[in-house]
């Protein structure tokens, strides 16, 4: 059974940092490209952030780009997603979802639909 767990929520003011972690059970990830998405409340889910499989690529959607980094560790069969600076507006369900195929050049993948395997979510909160 291929699983993703999500952890490393919680309530952080403004301008405080959070690191999230995505874990792969049941399949090993290095051949999966794997996304960051968060969704919140009445909003659609959207695109963060995505790696590919070796991590040579790392793309960001504009509203984080300069304040969160992800990266992966295969052997560990984990990707990160380092939140700094946060916001209010960052405020969230994050979940992390992996992809089967390959990233192709030339397009993004911010889209839900590119990805095949999905995590349970962690909350953010960024509040004063």
């Known amino acids: 059974q291929f699983l993703l767990v999500e952890s490393g929520g919680g309530l952080v003011q403004p301008g405080g940092s959070l690191r999230l972690t995505c874990e792969a059970s049941?399949?090993?990830?290095?051949?999966?490209?794997v996304g960051w998405f968060r969704q919140a409340p009445g909003k659609e889910r959207e695109g963060v952030s995505y790696?590919?499989?070796?991590?040579?690529?790392?793309n960001y959607a504009d509203s984080v780009k300069g304040r969160f980094t992800i990266s992966r560790d295969n052997a560990r069969k984990t990707v990160y997603l380092q939140m700094n600076s946060l916001k209010p507006e960052d405020t969230a369900v994050y979940y992390c979802?992996?992809?089967?195929?390959?990233?192709?050049?030339?397009?993004?993948?911010?889209?839900?639909?590119?990805?095949?395997?999905w995590g349970q979510g962690t909350q953010v909160t960024v509040s004063s």
């Open positions: 049941g399949f090993s990830l290095d051949y999966n490209a």
């Open positions: 979802a992996a992809r089967r195929g390959p990233l192709f050049i030339g397009r993004s993948y911010y889209s839900p639909d590119d990805y095949d395997f």
């Open positions: 790696i590919s499989r070796r991590g040579g690529s790392a």
